[in-house]
């Protein structure tokens, strides 16, 4: 079974400091995805990547960066956290397949509370 | 970009019950998926369905793509189907999906 492991399950930063979410995925998957989830908005595409060092902005990228220095792990990365970055964070990845489905798996989420 | 509506936001059911989650979409797509969230936040994909009709076990999923919607059939429910049910969608040349804000369900026993 594809695994996608996200490093930190609870995190309580503060204001001001520098965040770091890690994703890794075992399948040699070429796509990864990191979302963000509040109440009410559904999941919401903060960046994606579809190679190595490569990397595309979502719906919602202010505020945030990514890596991709190996083609298994997809960091995020909050330069500056704020209150408006609690949320839950969801890594995710997909290959294109013989359909070309890109069907996502999930990692288990990281829920960040910046206070 | 693309719209995708959810109904309806909550359900309730008794143990036992059958439902039908609904999903709009406000465009032509060339990829539906519809996933499950735990109330332990994980998710997980239960159909691939741009178009057609598929079954999985008590899960059913039938895609009009020609009139925009998709349809999550769920019989005989259990509590363990509680969670939150996604659809989400890739349109025209985007190449991620687009989430709606899901349908929040919750099997009494």
């Known amino acids: 079974d594809v695994k996608v492991t996200q490093s930190s399950r609870y995190l309580v930063k503060r204001t001001g400091e520098k965040v770091f979410l890690e994703c890794v995925q075992d399948?040699?998957?070429?796509?990864m995805f990191w979302y963000r989830q509040d109440p009410g908005l559904g999941l919401r595409l903060i960046y994606f990547?579809?190679?190595?060092?490569?990397?595309e902005k979502g719906d919602i990228p202010e505020g945030y960066s990514v890596s991709r220095e190996k083609k298994e792990r997809f960091s995020l990365i909050l330069e500056s956290a704020s209150t408006n970055q609690t949320s839950m964070y969801l890594c995710?990845?997909?290959?294109?397949?013989?359909?070309?489905?890109?069907?996502?798996?999930f990692g288990a989420g990281s829920r960040l509370t910046v206070l | 970009g693309i719209q995708v509506e959810q109904s309806p936001p909550d359900l309730i059911l008794q143990e036992g019950a059958n439902s039908t989650l609904r999903c709009n979409f406000s465009d032509s797509v060339n990829n539906l998926q519809w996933f499950h969230q735990n109330p332990w936040g994980q998710l997980i994909n239960l159909f691939y369905i741009p178009s057609g009709t598929k079954q999985n076990g008590r899960l059913s999923a039938t895609t009009v793509a020609t009139e925009r919607y998709s349809l999550l059939y769920i019989s005989s429910s259990q509590t363990t189907d509680s969670g939150v049910y996604f659809c989400?969608?890739?349109?025209?040349?985007?190449?991620?999906?687009?989430f709606g804000s899901g349908t929040q369900l919750t099997v009494l026993p």
């Open positions: 995710a990845s997909s290959s294109p397949g013989t359909l070309g489905a890109n069907v996502l798996t």
């Open positions: 989400a969608v890739v349109s025209g040349s985007a190449r991620q999906l687009t």
């Open positions: 399948m040699d998957h070429e796509n």
């Open positions: 990547s579809y190679d190595v060092k490569m990397k």
